[in-house]
């Protein structure tokens, strides 16, 4: 395996600090990294490699010994001289070094940076991976331009577009299934299910996200990735080219809604105004359920509901498929995401099989690792991004339609 050069935009952040170096120190343990990695970690603060130790709390002295820092001032374009000369450095001395770039940052940034990438010749077309964080864009639009930047810049098969529950266990799993039985897709369709319900729960609220958070929103911020990825991934017709095109076949078959207003409502916690960052008076939602469908293919009109929310009675994360009362097929499936990972299959009998999903990784260790060895079922294709973008920019269009019902720690709908 190649030596790895990861550069890390966005180090100083809280993803950074909870997620990615975690998922990075676990992947070097593992061997995964290769021999003689090295972790450019880049962020704005005027910091030396002692001070991004100490901030993100690495004492390992192996992993310390491959973590270097760049300061890079992203909003003045000053600094990308020095991390190109940084890495050309490192790449010298292993000529064969695989350069990966993580981008964990605000969307706002996200042209500006890869331009100035490419313009320093840091980003270019052949072997640089670009891995982005989430969110792609903050709508078709926009999601549509990025795309148009990129695709003028690098090759597709270059651009890594994270929704880090793809590389949950359990949504891992339900691929699998597509793609090593037939059997499960088989009973997937409106013959057999009667509905589909995917819900997150968080018992958090916003967590000092407020100035950011106030002006996404929950559909944006868990609906357009993460449910509508769990959904598409449950969905997916098999025989298939690629996942991307699998989930995209899904995707762009939801149903506009000419009946959303009617079939959704949103929700607000109680005392969510007053958090620091958030708009006097705001009305946007912090909880949801939308209830949708397909207009083509082997679930059409079979109804999809969509639930999330913070501070809910309990933290969990599932897809549960009803099904109709047909001998030979189950009465229900729950594909648990969170806390627990498994797999229930309750029968019409009454009989109940559990499954216990092997737990790997952290879904951001699984995420790099897939990156690193060149796979792309765990990533977001580029017409599928847009696809997403599209159904959510119908729904969020609709919202000043829906009342906004105020919750206090309970079930809000």
Same mark, same amino acid.
């Given at each position: =395996?190649?030596?790895?050069?990861? &550069? /890390? ?43 991004? $130790? ?13 973590? @270097? ?27 064969? @070094?695989?350069? =990966? ?9 996200? @042209?500006?940076? *890869? %331009? ?5 010749? !840091?980003? @270019? ?5 670009? $891995? ?7 709508? %078709? ?12 810049? *690098? ?47 968080? %018992? ?21 990735? +993460? ?6 991934? /449950? ?8 996942? +991307?095109?699998?989930?995209? +076949? ?12 009617? /079939? ?25 359920? &939308? ?7 082997? $679930?059409?009109? &079979?109804? !999809?509901? $969509? ?11 599932? *897809?549960? !498929? ?45 995420? *790099? ?34 009342? /906004? ?9």
């Amino acid at each position: =395996m190649k030596p790895i050069i990861f &550069v /890390l935009f966005g180090a100083t952040g809280d993803l950074a600090l909870r997620k990615i170096f975690p998922a990075i120190e676990t992947l070097y343990d593992e061997g995964i990294f290769g021999a003689e990695p090295n972790i450019i970690a880049v962020s704005r603060r005027d910091w030396d490699t002692s001070q991004l $130790l100490s901030h993100a709390g690495i004492s390992e002295k192996n992993f310390t010994k491959i973590v @270097s820092y760049s300061k890079v001032d992203i909003e003045h374009g000053i600094g990308y001289a020095d991390l190109y000369k940084k890495i050309e450095k490192l790449k010298e001395k292993n000529p064969n @070094s695989q350069v =990966m770039i993580y981008l964990s940052l605000a969307p706002r940034h996200q @042209s500006n940076v *890869i %331009e100035s990438l490419a313009r320093e010749k !840091i980003l @270019s077309r052949g072997d640089v991976k670009l $891995l982005m964080e989430k969110p792609f864009g903050t709508d %078709e639009k926009s999601a549509h331009e990025l795309d148009k930047l990129l695709v003028s810049l *690098i090759d597709e098969n270059q651009i890594y577009r994270i929704d880090h529950y793809l590389g949950k266990d359990t949504i891992m799993a339900i691929m699998d299934m597509h793609d090593k039985t037939a059997e499960f897709s088989k009973i997937m369709s409106r013959e057999n299910v009667n509905s589909i319900r995917i819900r997150l729960w968080e %018992e958090k609220g916003i967590d000092g996200r407020g100035a950011s958070y106030d002006h996404v929103g929950a559909f944006r911020d868990v609906g357009q990735n +993460h449910m509508l990825e769990m959904f598409a991934v /449950l969905a997916a017709d098999v025989p298939h080219e690629s996942w +991307h095109d699998a989930r995209t +076949h899904v995707l762009k078959h939801l149903t506009p809604p000419a009946q959303t207003c009617e /079939l959704s409502d949103r929700g607000q916690y109680e005392n969510y105004t007053k958090e620091v960052g958030v708009a006097i008076g705001s009305q946007t939602e912090t909880a949801f359920e &939308v209830t949708t469908s397909l207009s083509a293919g082997k $679930l059409a009109n &079979v109804p !999809i509901i $969509l639930q999330s929310g913070k501070k809910m009675p309990a933290s969990e994360v599932f *897809i549960e !498929i009803i099904f109709k009362d047909i001998i030979g097929i189950p009465k229900r499936m729950i594909f648990y995401v969170q806390p627990q990972q498994e797999i229930i299959t309750e029968y019409i009998d009454g009989k109940k099989d559990i499954f216990k999903i092997p737990k790997t990784n952290d879904a951001y260790a699984n995420i *790099i690792k897939a990156a690193i060895l060149g796979q792309s079922r765990e990533f977001v294709g580029r017409q599928e991004i847009e696809a997403l973008w599209r159904y959510a920019d119908h729904v969020v269009a609709c919202w000043g339609k829906v009342p /906004l019902r105020i919750y206090n720690n309970e079930k809000p709908f």
